[in-house]
């Protein structure tokens, strides 16, 4: 008898960490039956509570825009990777007419540089991402290796920061544009101009800071399949939705840097805006140049022998609807993407689990426009844009004067 029990308490003395005394090792043995019974329990409370939490959600996300949003969802593949390819090919077209020396000397033109160069990255890290993930895999397939899983999580955390300089280099040429039309010469301005690297400089430093709780949120989790004995481990990216820093994230991500930034370009896009309208009808007053004495009224000076206004106020009117037009589309991609964050912070579970996930490849194909049609507007709404590009790529049939007075206007006009 002292045998037996010694015997079983052999494994105790080898564990000595366990909770549990040994000795009741010797009045129950585990089989094969418990086994199956504690995971037919385990599926069944599991089963319980995605049928309760489905009850809660019931009625939550339905209707025809969704059945839209799904079917595109099985196309977003083929027409993503096309506007990938498109634009990256038009961002670096635009950061060869950016670093050009007639127009490298303005700091606009640098701020819209390095947004072409984080543009380019993000459409040629979405490149293997939408190949693999939408193209290269049949509907409804998965693929649960530790490789992609990891490969999951530097594309969300890449792409995310990358965004987020988007953003900052947004807001920092908006304020500019705003600095150098409300105030011109004060010394705000001359800070600005000063310190231009640094300005630009600052998003890339902050914007790694800011998405620094998403690098705790997600992580990759290895799981197996209860229904089989010997079943593979399976990874996939996890994400603790009843977790405090889960919701401090989506707060962070959706209003500090979706919605603050939106509320900013509205207001300087607003003022831009009515700076344009009053440019506007000050030109329809000065309409009237064959009476000298009206016209130096208007405009506060002495003589006037010019019937045109001068072009470095056309150029700069230009330039700013050009500002306009560009914070106008960054608001359209990254309002609904930030609203959307919003609702998912403040309704949680359901909403994020049956509304959002519907609404991701939509958010990702305006993203990537956005990022791609730089190249198309600056074209079409920036002479001096089209000028060094045909001086560029069309040397040939180019002249030089167009190309000297270009650069004379860009020396004298900010």
Known sequence: MMQETSSHLAPA??????????????????????????????????????SSQADECQGYCQGEIYNWLRAYNSIHGYVSLMICIFGTIANILNIMVLTRKEMAKTPINNILKWLAVADMFVMLEYIPYTSYQYIYMRPGEKDLSYTWAVCLLVHM???????????????????????????????????????SREAILLPFILSPILCLPTYFVFQVRETYDVDKVNSEAMYHVYFDKDSVLYRFNFWIHSVLIKLLPCGILIVI??????????????????????????YAIQLNLNESKSKKPPRCDRRNDRTTLLLVAVLVLFLITEFPQGLLGLLSGVMEKCFFAHCYPPFGEIMDLLAL??????????????????TTFRSLFMKRHFGSTEMTRLTRVTTTCV
């Not at 003395?13 to 329990?41: C, G, M, Q, W």
């Not at 955390?157 to 705003?178: D, N, P």
């Not at 003022?271 to 009053?278: I, Q, S, T």
């Open 157 to 195: 955390h890449f792409t995310q920061i990358l965004h987020t300089i988007s953003i900052g280099l947004t807001v920092t040429l908006a304020v500019w544009r705003y600095v150098a039309i409300r105030h011109p010469n004060g010394g705000c301005a001359n800070f600005l101009l000063a310190h």
């Open 13 to 50: 003395e080898l564990h000595p960490r366990l909770p549990f005394n040994a000795t009741v090792l010797k009045d129950y043995k585990l089989t094969s039956t418990d086994v199956e019974k504690f995971i037919k329990f385990w599926q069944e409370y599991q089963m319980k509570n995605m």
């Open 269 to 294: 896009s607003a003022v831009l805006m009515h700076v344009l309208c009053e440019a506007s009808r000050r030109r329809l007053k000065l309409r009237d140049y064959n009476n000298p004495a009206k």
């Open 369 to 386: 426009i956005n990022a791609a049609v730089g190249f198309v507007l600056y074209g079409l709404m920036s002479k001096q844009f089209r």
